[in-house]
């Protein structure tokens, strides 16, 4: 059962959008029931003759597109921005109906795949909430940015130190380390006994999805790339909403998700 799915690595709704269509297709998999996907870069310009076809036109229609076909390649219906889960199963429902195939979509424990949060929200909310003392949040952006460098660059030092036995590379990864608690104490100013620890962990995290995404597109495995930008962007754009207040370490913690459980894990691992 095809679906063609229309997007561009420039496309920040496409990005968000990855990981809950591999929910989605994921969850049709495991009542036996498989989901074609195919996936089409409107950037590449060897894509042109089946843009025309379905008619996405380039800097003027929405991205993603999901569009739903027949057998025969026939359009059957289509979806296009922000892409609610509910109207995807509905479209992929459609499809089955097409092909007398019963839906297993009753039997989805939604609530337990979906996400916490529309995680693009805080985005919006960002430039609206500030703390007591109003951060400048394009400064505190850049500053956020050279924290994941700098907690990067401390890995880098410690494997550096054990793979040639030089330990003045721990010296070095000691300067480094107070650089980094210095400008991250200028960002979260306030905090309780568990955000520093998940705000320094969702930076790290950040940077290394967003390193290993990039690894995948070098090899040319646009998907997984993609994907993995996207949990980098949400580790990233859960600091902020941390760090702004707009939600909970407690709450975050509650949450029985293996986010929650990492959190759990490494809560006690980092007093500074």
């Not at 959008?17 to 996907?37: S, T």
């Not at 979906?114 to 850049?142: C, G, T, W, Y």
């Not at 930008?229 to 707009?246: E, I, Q």
């Amino acid at each position: 059962m095809p679906i063609i799915k229309f997007h561009s690595k420039n496309c920040d709704s496409c990005l968000k959008m990855l990981p809950m269509v591999d929910k989605i297709k994921e969850l049709y998999h495991q009542n036996q029931v498989e989901i074609e996907i195919n996936s089409i870069d409107t950037l590449d310009s060897n894509n042109q003759q089946i843009l025309d076809k379905y008619q996405i036109v380039k800097k003027q229609t929405v991205l993603p597109v999901l569009v739903f076909v027949d057998n025969k390649d026939s359009e059957i219906s289509r979806l296009s921005g922000k892409i609610q889960t509910a109207d995807l199963i509905k479209n992929i429902d459609k499809l089955l109906e097409t092909q007398e195939i019963n839906s297993p979509s009753k039997n989805f424990d939604l609530e337990q795949n979906s996400s916490r949060k529309d995680i693009a929200e805080f985005v919006e909310k960002a430039n609206q909430i500030k703390k007591d003392n109003p951060l400048d949040l394009s400064s505190d952006e850049d500053l956020s940015i050279a924290i994941m460098n700098l907690i990067s660059i401390e890995e880098h030092l410690f494997f550096t130190a054990n793979k040639t036995g030089n330990t003045d590379y721990y010296e070095i990864l000691k300067e480094v380390r107070e650089v980094r608690k210095r400008s991250l104490k200028m960002i979260i100013k306030e905090y309780e006994g568990e955000v520093w620890c998940i705000s320094k962990h969702l930076l790290a995290a950040s940077m290394r999805l967003m390193e290993v995404g990039t690894k995948q597109l070098g090899r040319e495995k646009q998907d997984l790339a993609y994907s993995l930008f996207a949990d980098s962007y949400r580790m990233y754009l859960l600091f902020w909403g941390l760090n702004m207040n707009l939600i909970k370490s407690d709450k975050i913690l509650d949450n029985q998700d293996d986010l929650a459980k990492t959190f759990q894990e490494n809560v006690d691992c980092c007093k500074e």
